[in-house]
Each structure stands twice: as C-alpha cells, then as structure tokens.
C-alpha cells in the first residue's frame, strides 16, 4: 500500500527535475534578453536622445536669436531712411537715386528670403514640434528628431523633404546678392548654405537628419540672421557710395558697421569695419571701441575683439573722432552682437 501511494509522488519528481533545468533556461533567457532591451534602450537614449541641458541651450540660443531679430530689422529699416534723407539733401541727383533703388531691391528680395525662412519655422513648430506651449512660448516637442527627419530630408521612399527646397532658394539668393553688388566688395559674400568650418558638408543632412526640432528651429534663425547682416552690410557700402555735396556742409554724416557675423560661439573673434562718409581724406579720423583705439585704414576703423561669457545679446560702442572747421567732432557708434555657447 505505502508503495502504490510512493509510486505517483515519485514519478511526480521525476517529472519536476525534467522541468527544472527547463525552466531555468526560460529564466535565462528572459534574463538576458531583458537585458539585452535595457542595454539597447541605454544606448538609443545616450546617442539619439539629446541631453536636456543641451536642449535648453538652443532653446535659449533661438530665443535670443528671435528677439535680436527685431532690432536688426529696425537698423535696416533706419539705415535706408537715412540714405533716402541724405540723397534728397544733396537734390536727388540721378547717382543717388539709383543707390536707393538697389537698397529697396535689396530689401524686398531679403524679405522674401526671409519669409521663406519664416514658413520652414512655422512648419517645424506645427508638423515637428506640436505647436507652442502657451506658457512657456517654446515647441512642445522640443526633442523630437523623426519628425524633423521626415519633414525637412524626407525618408526612404518618400518624396524629398522641404530643406532641398529652401536649400535652392537660398543658393539663388546667394547668387543674385554676389552679382547685383559685385561692385561693392572684393570677394564674393559666402554662400547662406555653406558652413565656413566645414565647406564640404551637407547643408540639408548636417542641418536637419536626426536634429532635435530646437536645433532645426536655431539654424533656421540664424540663417535670418546672416540674411539681415549680410544686407546691412551692403547698405552700409551703398551710403558710402552717396557722394558729399556743399549743401550737406557736414551737418549730417553717417555712419556705419560693416560686420562679418553677428551671432559668434563663446571665444570667436568679433570682426567688423567702422566706417563713416562724407568725410574728407585728410580728415583723419581717429577711431575706438569700448575705450580703445583702433587701426584705421583709408577711412574705415578695423574692428576686433574676443567674445566672452556672459552669453546672449551684447553691445560694442565706438567713437569717431574728425577736424571738421578745426574743431574736434565726435560721433557714436553702438552695435549690437550676440554670443551662443559652444556645443560640446
């Protein structure tokens, strides 16, 4: 009797010490595959996912980079409100007339380039970014990268994305500003879709593959940037193009900044000319920024200085100093630049 009541408990055994090393390879298994995800999960969040700090960098750059916008504008606005006075107080002679007809062409032909930026960035933050929070002002999505991918490049098998069409517009901008005013500078002004450290890189797939929309967003901004500066720059050489008359007299000069960049890393060299027109060759003028003085060649002040932190927006002011009638006469200059943090 106490064999037959034996007899199920062993086979029982039997047939749990078969299971046993089975169940252990199923542990095992899930063990190391469990593993396995979170490992992947580690290294997809380490080398896609962009570290928050860092997002919060360029959500402080393209704010700042927005605002300063603002004030450029305003200067390009002033800037040819003073050619148009200074043109028509000199009798609206025929070559002054034709300078303000190339700086409104110039300003419609930069608005529109403008406004092309502006749609790219309207559709980032709505198609990429899921619109602006109404508290914070900023890209509800500020990390998202596929979306980016998908509207900017485009994926596989699919049909190009929006950057290949910016990208022409922006190299037929380029192109027309270096033909149309040719005359004013001796090498040709960079193109807006080639980054100067890295002149054979790929301005659709090192700006928008795989970037968080906030990277997207400050590279769109800073092309707007180097759009209003480099337009700037030629209305400056425009006003100086506007000759002296006996009815000018000196009572109204202007004066200008002629900057290669406005938006600089921490540490890159501030450079820029400070000019000044209807001014006499042997005036001599003497020139200096932030208290200092600096070179002066033909006329036209060398500006250079290092940036430093603080980061965000910054002002340089100059002086001008010239005889006019024997006396001492001094004008201000003050500009204003901005400073980003370096991406490590």
């Known amino acids: 009797m106490n064999t037959e009541e034996n007899e199920p408990t062993q086979k029982e055994a039997l047939k749990n010490n078969l299971k046993a090393p089975r169940r252990k390879r199923i542990i095992r298994f899930s063990v190391v595959t469990l593993a396995l995800i979170l ?3 580690a290294w997809y969040y380490t080398h896609y996912r962009v570290p928050e700090p860092l997002i919060q960098k360029f959500v402080l750059i393209n704010s700042t980079l927005e605002h300063s ?10 800037s040819l409100q003073s050619l148009k ?7 609206n002679a025929l070559k002054g007339l034709e300078l303000i007809k190339r700086a409104e062409m110039l300003k419609k032909k930069s608005t529109e380039i403008i406004s092309e930026l502006t749609k790219n ?3 980032l933050i709505n198609e990429a970014g ?21 509207l900017m490049v485009g994926m596989l098998g699919s049909p190009k ?18 033909n149309e005013y040719k005359d004013l500078f001796k090498k040709p002004l960079p193109l807006l879709t080639k980054n100067p450290e890295a002149p054979k890189g790929n301005f659709v797939y090192d700006n928008f593959w795989q970037k968080p929309v906030v990277v997207a967003l400050a590279k769109l901004t800073q092309l707007q940037h180097q759009v209003l500066n480099d337009q700037q720059n030629i209305l400056t050489q425009l006003h100086v193009q506007q000759p002296a008359t006996e009815d000018i007299k000196f009572d109204r000069i202007y004066t200008g900044v002629s900057a290669e960049s406005n938006i600089l890393w921490s540490g890159d060299t501030y450079r820029a000319n400070m000019v000044i027109a209807a001014v006499p060759s042997k005036a001599n003028a003497k020139m200096t920024v932030n208290g200092e003085p600096i070179k002066v060649e033909n006329g036209i002040g060398k500006v250079r200085f290092k940036t ?6 910054k002002y340089w002011e100059g002086t001008i100093t010239f005889k006019n009638k ?3 006469t001094t004008f201000r200059v003050k500009k204003e630049y901005v400073v980003i943090p370096r991406m490590k």
């Not at 916008?69 to 002033?78: A, G, H, M, P, T």
């Not at 619109?131 to 991918?149: C, I, N, W």
């Not at 929006?162 to 027309?176: G, R």
């Open 39 to 41: 490992s992947l999960g």
């Open 69 to 78: 916008l603002v004030n450029y504008k305003r200067e390009s606005d002033q």
């Open 85 to 91: 006075r200074d043109v028509k107080k000199g009798g």
């Open 121 to 123: 960035k309207q559709r």
């Open 130 to 150: 899921d619109g602006l929070d109404e508290k914070t002002y900023t890209v509800k999505r500020p990390q998202a990268k596929l979306r980016v991918s998908k």
């Open 161 to 178: 994305g929006v950057a290949y069409t910016l990208e022409k517009k922006l190299n037929a901008y380029s192109h027309w500003l270096n």
């Open 308 to 313: 430093t932190y603080p980061l965000g927006r």
């Open 326 to 328: 024997g006396r001492d």
